[in-house]
Every structure is written in C-alpha cells, then in structure tokens.
C-alpha cells in the first residue's frame, strides 16, 4: 500500500521560486487514497505526521529512512503561504495564524528547496533575473522570474509506462515516447501563454526544446511558395527578355524551357542527395535552390545568345554546332570549375558547410548535364518552329509575320537604299541561269551592276552583331504616287542589350579616363570592404533566428536578458572501465567545475554528480552497517536485526564477484565498500550500482545519470530466509552516462567560445587517462561552431580560388587569364565580407556558406568575359569591346533573373533569412554584375594576355578601306543588254547583308553556301559576274 501511494505521489522536477512557499505544492501532481482521511495531496501531505499515524499499521522503516536521508521534513506544508487567506493554507506554515503575507525577498535570498533539501537546491541564478541588492548584499528585488520544468528523455518515458496496462494495445515504443513529450510540450507552451489575460500588466513567456526544434525545422524547411513563386518570376523574365516583334528572331518559349529544365535539374540533383544520404539543412533549403537556378540561367541565356548570332549562312544542320563551339568552352569551364570547387570546400571540417558543399557540386553537375545535353535539343526544336514560320511559344499557330515579307523590286531600288544596320533582307531580283553544255553545270549570276556598300562603323568599330529583331519589322514602306520606296528601321525596335553594350557602354568603360575613375572606385571599395572585414563578429543568436513579434522571440529575449544559464551535461561513453577509471572521473569532474563558466553548487551540497550521489549513498549504509555490527544487530550468520541500510551494506560487502565462488562472509570484517581513498572496489562497483539504483531513487533522480544501459531491477527484502535475496545482479558494463553542470554569464559569442575551450580541454585531458568523455548541451550545439569558424572559412575560400586559378589555367592554357579571374573572385569575396561588417551582420555557418558560394557565383560573372577577350583579334581595347558585346546580354540577363528568384526571400517572416540569405545574396549578385562587366574588362583591356585565335584570311585593300557609300545601303542596277547565251529568268532569293570584318577580328570558318563578301564585289561598270555552279543532269 505505501509503495502504490509512494508511486502516485512521486513529485516531478520543477525549479520554481514557488517551492520557498507552500503554493509550490500546487504544481506537484498525483493523490492517493487511505482510508478514513481525504486524498493525500501535496498540498496536505505532512511526511512526518502520516509517518506516525501508520506506524502501528505497518513497518515503514525503510520508508522513514529515505525520507531522512532526502531531507524532506514536512515538505511544503512547513512553509509559509503567499497568500495566507487561502481556505487550504496549511496550520503548520509559519505566517497561518498571523495572516500576513511574507517577505518574498528574503525568502528567496539563497535560493529555494524542492520537497529534498539535501537533493533539491535551486540557487537563485536559476530562479531570479535582473536582481537589485542593498550595500550588504541582501536582496531587493528581482525583474524576472523563472520556472523551469525537467521531463523523461524517450527512452526513460518507455520504459516508465513499459508493461503498463494503458499502453498495453497501443503498440507502445520509444519513438511514440518521444511523440508523447513533444505534444505535451506544446500543449504546455500553449497554456502558459494563455494563463493571463491580455490587458495584464505582467507577461508570460514559454519555451519548450519542442518549441525550438519546430523553429528550426520551419526554418530549414523549404517554402514551396518562395520557390515557386521566384520561379515563376524567372519564367517570367525569361520568357519576356527573350521575345522579338519579328516571331522570326523570338525565343519566349526557349526562355520558358530552359528555366524549366534548370528547375528540373535542381530538382533532380536535391534528389541525387537525398539518396546519397546528405542531410538537407538550411543552407540547402533556402540558397540552394535560387544559386543553383541563377548558375544554371546564365548558362541558358548565353546558350540562346549565341545561338541567334550564328554567321551568317550557316546551314541549319549546323547552327547548334556552331553555337557549341562559340560559347560550349566557356559554359564547360564556368561548371567544371564550380564542381571542383564545391567538392574542394567539402574538405572543411563544418557539417552544414560540407553538405552545402557536396549538394551544390552534384546539383551545378545535374545543371552542365542538362545545359549541354537537352537544352541544344531545345534550341534546334526552336530553329525548327521559326523555319516553319511558327509562332513563338504558341507554335501550333502560324506565324502572321511571314505575310509581311516586303518585296523590293530590283527596278524599285535602282536609286534607293537599304537602311544601315539591316542584317537580312528579302528581294525580289533578276537572275540568270544558263546550262553549259559542254560541262553540263548551271551557271546562275546576278546583275553586273550590283554591289553592296558597308554601312559606316560604330565608334568602336566593333561590327560584329546586329541589333536584335527582323527585317520585317524594321522596315517601313512608305507608298506614294511615282515615288520609290524608302524603308526606315523603329529606334525603339533597334534597342537590346547587344547593342548597348557596342554603342554605348564599350565605349564610355574603356575610355583613358573612365578606366581610372573604375580603378579608384573599386579600389575605395576594396579598402572600405577590409575596413569593414574587422567590424564583423562572429555569433548567432537565437533571437536573430526566430521571427520577430512572436511569443517565441520575446521569451528568447526575456532570457538572453536575465538568464544566462545554460544546462549542459559531460557525458561519459562506453569503451573503458568505469570501475578502474573512478579516479580518471573524478578528476574530469573536478576540471570541469573549475571552469570560469560553471556555477558552483552550494556549499552545504554535494556535487550534483551519480558517482558522488553513489559514493554517498555506499558510504552512508557502510556506516550503519558499522553501528549494527558495533552493537551486534548484525553478525556473519544474521542481518535481520540490523537496519535497513546496514543489511543492505552486509549483501554487498559479501559479494566477491566472481561466477563460482559469489559469497565471502569473511569479508565482512576486511572490507569496507568505499577505501580510504574515497573509491569503490572495481569488483563490487557494478552490483553496488544495481542496489543504488534500486534503492535510492531520489539520488538518483537528482544525479541525471540516465545510465545506459539500464541496470537491472533488484528488490531487497530483508527478512528473505532462501538466500536468493544475497545474490545481486551486476549491471551491465556502462556506455553512457552524465554529469549535469550549469553554464552562467555566457552573454557574448567570446563567452561561449571561452566556456567551450575550456570544456574541450577537460575533456581532451581525460582522454589522455583513458576516460571518454565529450560536453553536450545547446551552447555546445549552436556555438562550438565559432571555434575553428574562421580558420575553416579562410581554408575554404583558399581552396576554391586555388581551384579556380588551377582549372581556369588548364582548360583555358593561359594561367595570365586565370589570375585575373582569381584576383575579381578574391575581391568580390572580401567586399561581401567587408559589407557583412557594416551591415551588422555576424559571421555563423550560413554566411559562411553564401561566401564560400560567392567564388562559384563570381566565375558565372568572370569566365564568360575573359573567353570572350582570348578569343577575339584586334587590340586589347577593340577585344574587351567584343566580349562585352557577346556576353553583357546574356550575363545581365542571368543577373536579373537571379535577383527575380531571391526577390521572394525578401517576404519571409523570419528576419534571418531576409537579412542573412535576401541581403547578402542580393549584394553578392550585384557584386558579380559590376566586377565581371565593369572591372575585369577595364583590367583586361589594361593587362590582358595577347589572343588566342589567327587570322584565318589574306587582308586586301578594299577590305582596308571600303569604298564610301553613296547615301549608305545597297544600290541595284539592271543592264540593258544580256549575253545571248543566257536565258532570262526570275527568282526569289536572300540576300544577306553584313559589314565588312575589320582588321584582327575573329572569323569564322567560310559555310558552303555563297556569301556576299565586299573584296570580291565587283565594281558597278565592272565585267565580272558572281555565279554558283551546280552539276546540271544530262536530259538526252
């Protein structure tokens, strides 16, 4: 019976300033039932006085004595009533009778106790926060008050209910343990929060483990509506940047599909990881997604450039060819590289950073993968809707554009023009065809008179693209009575990126002066960025995590601001002898309590450690069992006289532990169960750990041994007369244990580090006698980080520009153009640090990542620009015109459609992200634009390697100098007279018009088709023809 009510009214673990009073019996649940007195609470449970009453009942020795040797006394019935006008405040509290409230202050002056004094001292740093004392130290009062509730792990809540008839259908197990803790944390969480009105002028303020790990998880859980909805705007852009007037030249739907098939292999690539078993975390969750889409678009943009800007007269079979050659080299370096370097970071010794790392570098391989494999299947599909004369993205209609083809009659043009800057242009025009009969060959040419006049060069010189869009919208007709026709071209149709580029912005970055103007402002730049490099701390507060104005951060805030104590335990592993190592042990413990940061029990209790808890327990029962021998209650034949405690210690002393001798009652005399040197035999130290365990409850609740595994259960009943009694089970070997410790004064991220040094040396010290041993705990969890954080971020953005300079040399062969990449890289990366600085934010794993992240991104901005300059002739400044024109389009537009998708980051209701992932990466993008479209060019054009590519033609003179157009554009002239072998005929044909190449510029190999060339145009009143010559079959 006193067993079953012990058990129904076994207190819970609250640290409470309520237990200094009597109403902290009102947290503690449970009642149990005697005949004739109402139910036994708390709240009215006397020890002392049932202890009398059922004296005469039954034996209640060995209860009398636990409850002696915890301390309780009358339990909370002793103390006095915060409100002594409550109908249940007990006779017994001291201020019943006087009914005046007590001094709380002095009440809580040195803490308080649970119903254990000896077991149960809560000191008044766990209690109170923001303290005021008086000159003589006594306590005033105090801003803040905590309570702190201490629940079963899994493990001990299983096997607390295992065998349990109310869990005896459920199929009950660990992991349902566990789901019970947390749904009752939350439920707790919800009625604290709820216990004052709204109007109340104190405030409540809950927190549970449960609580954090649901913050946690929502903060590396993905937001399908971010991601979508910043994929939508990608789409969108895409979509919108790539479409033309002329249906011709438009590419909407090959934007759409490229950022589909990114996001496809994004999607494939997190697969690929979850499989391979990388752990997903917040880095993967919210960067992973946008930087990998915005590497992957830039390759899809400078794809589809490309692609519209084949030379002129490539066959269609080998337009995609073409386009692989211009711009595969470089799209193959910029993701080579980014798999090197991400799979290089991976060595850095952080978890979170190392699976960034691994999940980036196979998500950019899933990215080259779809590049280069299907996104030129795209592109030829495409090729194939405009060679159908289909409309872009809705192809299944036909295009009204090719009803607008503008027909140009020779006769019309014998004094008109064509406008400058027209890339192709569709005529009606005389031909002549003659079959040969000797050779049986066709001979086909154009008037004599013909011939094209270059239109005049831009201020660069650069002639390499044309304005994007159509003859057919670019032209105008104008109709009047006996007029020719005149074709002008819209301004506004005229515009893109390309041409920007060529007319506009080339010439303004590589001026003499403007040069120096972007040299001194990125210079200024870099040295405000080291500046700013020192300002930055490391730390990340929990409070910076959880989303501000939530009940959740206002706790945060309430503790980081009155409570810095932290629970923390030194755990102990398997793999040793904990019965040889108890010296080892104890001399751990004692390190770790001399840290700065661990706060010193009272000076009136034990350490609150198992193995003292344990020595204690043996050294007080070898103690009776002293005084029952001393006075002959306990002989070698007979412990049934003595007390509990001494027969107890008699069924251990005669344990020898050895399987077939058990049993030495000669040692009885000869052996004590703690030596003088305060440790416990090896050889009984696991079964005196079973009767500890099985005995002393309470200690052993107050130790948070948490013994794993469990020792088994033992019952002692003393008056056994089989002998069976005497046989103790061992436990089994232990491999894990703890000894729980309390962190205080940790404000600052150097408090941590200090706390974790200092217990990673305790640690490190035990190791070295044989003890395995590691700190567990939240500061051990969030802040050990910090304590290489540095050093692993300088050795990771080393490797990846180390990386970088070594691929970039390889695949280009040209180590100059690869250190200047690295030296763009390196200062992008220490600007963002140095901007991190002003902008307050700290330096954790997650910003390390973005940095590491930012040498990957910046290769997207550089490599592209530099191939560009090696592959073009001319001189250094004529080169960085060219590359910028290739690449600026394609690069801005990359940019743009990156800052589209981190646009969605900006709306996140946690604060974290939108300053730690929208910020910095929005900054980092920016830095990207201007250093791979504004620095490096101005570097290349002032110290760029000489070309990679040779003239591939013979310079002539006509080439050198063109003639002087006439009015500009392409004059016809029809002669009046035909040879006679010729027959007339009429047909359809393109003319395409291009510029003359300049001296030094790339040229690409000559197609089979004919093309127009000005050198081999033969003057107006010139005898030459241009012909083609095609066998002509034989037709008898």
């Not at 950022?259 to 997903?280: D, Q, R, T």
């Not at 064509?418 to 000797?438: M, R």
């Amino acid at each position: 019976m006193i067993e079953r009510m012990i058990e129904k009214l076994f207190p819970c673990v609250i640290l409470t300033p309520l237990d200094c009073f009597w109403e902290g019996a009102k947290l503690q649940g449970g009642s149990a039932y005697l005949p004739g007195r109402p139910d036994i609470q708390w709240t009215n449970l006397d020890p002392e006085q049932l202890l009398e009453e059922l004296g005469p009942f039954a034996s209640l020795e060995g209860f009398r004595e636990l409850l002696d040797k915890a301390q309780v006394g009358q339990a909370y019935v002793g103390r006095p009533c915060l409100h002594p006008d409550d109908l249940h405040c007990p006779p017994s509290a001291p201020n019943h009778h006087s009914r005046q409230a007590p001094n709380v202050a002095q009440e809580l002056s040195g803490g308080c106790h649970g119903f254990s004094h000896k077991f149960m001292h809560w000191q008044e740093e766990l209690l109170l926060g923001g303290m005021a004392r008086d000159p003589q130290g006594q306590l005033l009062r105090a801003e803040a008050l905590q309570s702190t509730f201490l629940l079963m792990s899994p493990r001990q809540l299983y096997e607390h209910f295992r065998g349990d008839y109310q869990t005896h259908d459920i199929g009950w197990s660990e992991e349902q343990a566990g789901t019970v803790l947390q749904a009752w944390q939350r439920r707790f969480v919800q009625l604290a929060q709820e216990a004052l009105p709204e109007n109340a002028s104190q405030q409540i303020h809950a927190f549970s483990s449960t609580t954090l790990d649901d913050i946690l998880h929502a903060f590396s859980e993905v937001s399908a509506a971010r991601v979508v909805g910043g994929y939508l705007l990608m789409l969108a852009y895409a979509c919108v940047t790539m479409l033309r007037w002329d249906c011709a030249q438009s590419q909407g739907a090959v934007g759409l599909a490229g950022v589909l098939l990114v996001a496809l292999a994004v999607a494939s690539g997190l697969g690929l990881c979850a499989l391979l078993g990388i752990a997903f975390n917040a880095a993967t969750t919210q960067v992973l997604p946008f930087l990998a889409l915005g590497i992957g678009v830039d390759d899809i943009f400078l794809l589809a450039h490309a692609f519209t800007e084949a030379p002129p007269g490539t066959p269609l079979q080998e337009r995609m060819g073409e386009c692989l050659q211009r711009t595969g080299t470089s799209v193959t370096l910029t993701s080579i590289n980014n798999m090197v370097a991400f799979f290089m970071a991976a060595l850095v010794p952080i978890p979170a950073l190392r699976a960034f790392s691994l999940q980036a570098a196979i998500v950019v391989g899933c990215n080259f993968a779809a590049v280069m494999l299907v996104f030129p299947a795209v592109l030829s599909l495409d090729l194939h809707r405009r060679h159908c004369q289909r409309l872009d993205v809705l192809c299944c209609f036909s295009s009204p554009c090719s009803a607008r083809v503008i027909q140009i009659l020779p006769q019309e043009l014998g004094n008109g023009t064509v406008p400058v800057g027209i890339a192709h242009l569709t005529a009606t025009v005389q031909a002549f065809a003659h079959c040969e009969a000797s050779s049986q060959h066709v001979v086909t040419i154009l008037p004599p008179q013909a011939h094209l006049v270059p239109p005049p060069s831009d201020p660069l010189g650069s002639e390499l693209f044309s304005p994007g869009g159509s003859t057919r919208d670019l032209l105008g007709q104008e109709e009047g009575t006996g007029q020719k026709a005149a074709c002008k071209s819209l301004p506004c149709a005229r515009w893109s990126l390309a041409h920007f580029a060529r007319s506009q912005f080339a010439p303004l970055l590589l001026q003499s002066h403007t040069k120096a103007v972007v040299l001194v402002l990125f210079g200024a730049l870099l040295g405000l960025s080291l500046y700013g490099a020192t300002l930055v701390q490391d730390g990340l507060a929990l409070t910076d995590v959880v989303p501000r104005g939530t009940k959740e951060h206002a706790f945060l805030s309430a503790q980081l601001r009155y409570f810095s104590l932290y629970e923390v335990a030194l755990v102990t592993q398997g793999g040793f002898d904990y019965a040889h190592s108890q010296r080892a042990l104890f001399d751990l413990h004692q390190r770790f309590s001399s840290l700065k940061a661990v706060l010193p029990p009272p000076a009136t209790q034990a350490p609150r450690t198992w193995l003292h808890y344990y020595r204690n327990w043996l050294q007080g029962i070898q103690a009776a069992f002293d005084q029952d021998w001393a006075s002959g209650r306990i002989t070698h034949h007979s412990y049934r006289n003595g007390s509990e405690d001494g027969a107890l210690a008699y069924k251990l002393l005669v344990q020898t532990g050895d399987a077939q001798e058990p049993l030495d009652f000669s040692q009885l005399t000869t052996k004590k169960l703690v030596d003088k040197e305060g440790l416990i035999p090896p050889e009984l130290f696991y079964m005196g750990l079973t009767v500890w365990v099985s005995s002393d409850p309470l200690g052993l609740a107050a130790s948070q041994a948490n013994f794993y595994p469990p020792p088994p259960e033992w019952l002692h009943d003393k008056y056994d007369t089989t002998g069976e009694n005497l046989r103790i089970p061992a436990a089994q070997p232990l491999e894990f244990a703890q000894f729980p410790f309390l962190l205080r004064g940790l404000q600052k991220t150097a408090d941590f580090v200090e706390a974790i040094e200092g217990a990673r040396a305790a640690c490190a010290e035990a190791g070295r006698a044989g003890v395995r041993a590691y700190p567990s705990g939240s500061p051990f969890l969030f802040w050990e980080q910090y304590l290489g954080l540095r050093r692993c971020f300088l050795l990771a953005v080393c490797t990846l520009l180390l990386c970088t300079f070594l691929v970039c040399a390889l695949l280009l062969l040209n180590p100059w153009t690869a250190a200047l990449i690295v030296l763009v890289l390196a200062m992008m990366t220490v600007e963002l640090f140095g901007i991190m600085g002003f902008l307050g934010i700290k330096l954790s794993a997650i910003p390390v990542v973005i940095l590491v992240a930012s040498v990957g991104i910046g290769v997207e901005f550089t490599v592209h620009v530099a191939l560009g300059f090696l592959t073009a002739q001319g001189s250094r400044n004529l080169r960085a015109a060219r590359a910028l024109e290739r690449t600026f389009a394609p690069v801005t537009d990359g940019a743009i459609s990156t800052l589209l998708g981190l646009l969605m980051l900006a709306g996140s209701n946690f604060d974290f992200i939108v300053r730690y992932f929208f910020v910095v990466l929005t900054i980092l993008t920016l830095l990207g634009l201007l250093h791979g479209l504004v620095l490096l060019p101005v570097l290349l054009s002032i110290l760029g390697p000489p070309p990679e590519v040779v003239q591939m033609y013979k310079e002539s003179a006509e080439v050198l100098s063109p003639p002087a157009p006439q009015g500009g554009g392409l004059r016809w002239g029809v002669p009046s007279t035909l040879p006679q072998s010729f027959a007339r005929v009429t047909t359809s044909m393109t003319v395409a018009l291009h510029p003359p190449p300049l001296p030094g510029a790339y040229i690409h190999p000559a197609s089979e088709e004919p093309t127009w060339s000005p050198a081999a145009t033969p003057a107006a009143n010139g005898p030459s023809n241009l012909g083609s010559r095609g066998l002509c079959p034989a037709t008898g």
